[in-house]
């Protein structure tokens, strides 16, 4: 009996150290976000990370220019962006750059002609 118990945990705990935090990161993914990505893709240049493990402290594996590269992190606020259908028909304006950049809990989100401040979805 002893040994079927011991088994168990071990399954258990095998299984508890592939879920999500609480906070709903992944396994190994810092806190805060990415700075945004205006560059243009450069197809040739090879990710320099994988995950944020392989970053120093400070810094997030994030996207730039289409590849993946340790950048310093940037503090994001709760809640997500909404959703933006429409198409812009001039040219691209960046009200903000990220989301300290917005007053209370405003969010730097991408909109149909760049980024501005806007309040977060509900849901």
């Not at 090879?46 to 940037?74: E, G």
């Not at 809640?79 to 691209?92: K, Q, Y």
């Amino acid at each position: 009996m002893k040994v079927q118990s011991l088994l168990l945990l071990v399954a258990l705990l095998a299984l508890w150290s592939q879920l999500p935090t609480a906070s709903g990161r992944r396994k190994g993914e810092k806190s805060g976000g990415c700075p945004p990505d205006d560059e243009p893709c450069l197809l040739s240049v090879p990710d320099q990370c994988v995950d944020d493990s392989q970053c120093p402290f400070h810094m997030k594996c994030c996207y730039h220019a289409c590849f993946r590269k340790c950048l310093p992190r940037v503090s994001v606020k709760q809640g997500s962006c909404p959703e933006n259908h429409l198409r812009c028909l001039s040219a691209i304006q960046h009200l903000c750059h990220k989301d300290s950049d917005c007053k209370g809990q405003k969010r730097c989100c991408p909109g149909a002609c760049g980024r501005d401040c806007r309040d977060p979805a509900r849901g």
